[in-house]
């Protein structure tokens, strides 16, 4: 079964960008999602499939998977990026939805 | 616009049952696959199970098999959570998602999402 590891936080001065990882032990080809939650809000999908971005959402939000690791990267980042940071896959081999354990996004 | 409204959240004892719901509208509830997503306080995301358009597959975490289950009135545009024998460790905000997969496919990801309802199992 998969288990998908994060870092528990990530700093970044403003206009710099932040890199997430999301690792799994077993991506199994599967394509990892991404979502953005602020405080006292619900999640917002902020990339899924890898790489694509969801209306709305804007460019300097990327992501991409390679072998094991999943990366979101948000460029020039703004101080309303401070949030937590969820990383998401289905597993096929036992039929469910597994999520990192999320990563805080500090601007300093 | 798609809106995701919980409701049936409360405080209830430990062993004892609570049934969520979720009203849909803005988009056509009958096609998409939904899902329950839970957060305890202070913690990170949980799936708690998924439902296909049709209802006929269902999908659970392991620690809420047989003792919840997840349906759907599409007539209604609403998705249920039954929960029973509720432990402590069930306490948490509930969330209704919705998935964009197609009818055909396994359940993927959430593009929508409700702002939740609380549950909190006392002992």
């Known amino acids: 079964s998969s288990v998908l590891t994060q870092p528990p936080s990530v700093s970044v001065a403003p206009g710099e960008a932040a890199r997430i990882t999301c690792r799994g032990d077993n991506f199994g080809g599967e394509r990892v999602h991404w979502y953005r939650q602020k405080p006292g809000q619900a999640p917002v999908l902020v990339i899924h499939s890898d790489s694509d971005r969801p209306s709305g959402i804007p460019e300097r939000f990327s992501g991409s998977n390679s072998g094991n690791t999943a990366t979101l990267t948000i460029s020039r980042v703004e101080a309303g990026d401070e949030a937590d940071y969820f990383c998401?896959?289905?597993?096929?081999?036992?039929?469910?939805?597994?999520f990192g354990g999320g990563t805080a996004l500090t601007v300093l | 616009q798609v809106q995701l409204v919980e409701s049936g959240g409360g405080v209830v004892q430990s062993g004892r049952s609570l049934r969520l719901s979720c009203a849909a509208s803005g988009f056509s509830f009958s096609r998409y696959g939904m899902h329950w997503v839970r957060q305890a306080p202070g913690k990170g995301l949980e799936w708690v199970a998924g439902?296909?358009?049709?209802?006929?597959?269902?999908y659970y975490t392991d620690s809420v098999r047989g003792r919840f289950v997840i349906s759907r009135d599409n007539s209604k545009n609403t998705l249920y959570l039954q929960m029973t024998s509720l432990r402590g460790e069930d306490t948490a905000l509930y969330y209704c998602?919705?998935?964009?997969?197609?009818?055909?496919?396994?359940?993927?990801?959430?593009?929508?999402w409700g702002q939740g309802t609380l549950a909190t199992v006392s002992s």
């Open positions: 439902i296909s358009y049709d209802g006929y597959r269902s």
């Open positions: 998401q896959v289905w597993d096929r081999n036992d039929d469910r939805v597994v």
């Open positions: 998602a919705k998935d964009p997969s197609s009818a055909s496919s396994r359940p993927d990801r959430f593009d929508y």
